[in-house]
Nanobody
């Protein structure tokens, strides 16, 4: 069982930066694929970024490539999403998720087993 809690969301102007954190409880974090997703009200939850268990393999949704960076610290049971050069269209609730797999790069919500409660990111123009 893994419990996830996101933090770090807030209001930022376009062009600014935020770093989201996702703290995990449970012994399996260091062997879990971790992903970030986001959701705008009334729309489907969409993939943002994913990292494998060690952090040496990552993958990003095209619109965030070069602006967002996913990383993890297994000693702290935490995964991060550094978001730079934010745009108004990045406004959403951001969720972290864990999958019971070490190395697969999952982009679908259906491949994840555990979810956090989400943190709001609002980017003003």
């Amino acid at each position: 069982q893994v419990q996830l809690e996101e933090s770090g969301g807030g209001l930022v102007q376009a062009g600014g930066s935020l770093r989201l954190s996702c703290a995990a409880s449970g012994r399996t974090f260091s062997s879990s694929v971790m992903g970030w997703f986001r959701q705008v009200s009334g729309k489907e939850r969409e993939f943002v970024a994913v990292t494998n268990w060690s952090g040496d393999t990552t993958y990003y949704e095209d619109s965030v490539k070069g602006r967002f960076t996913i990383s993890r610290d297994n000693a702290k049971n935490t995964v991060y999403l550094q978001m730079n050069r934010l745009k108004p269209e990045d406004t959403a609730v951001y969720y972290c998720a864990a999958a019971r797999d070490k190395d697969s790069i999952y982009v679908s919500i259906y491949e994840y087993d555990y979810w956090g409660q989400g943190t709001q990111v609002t980017v003003s123009s």
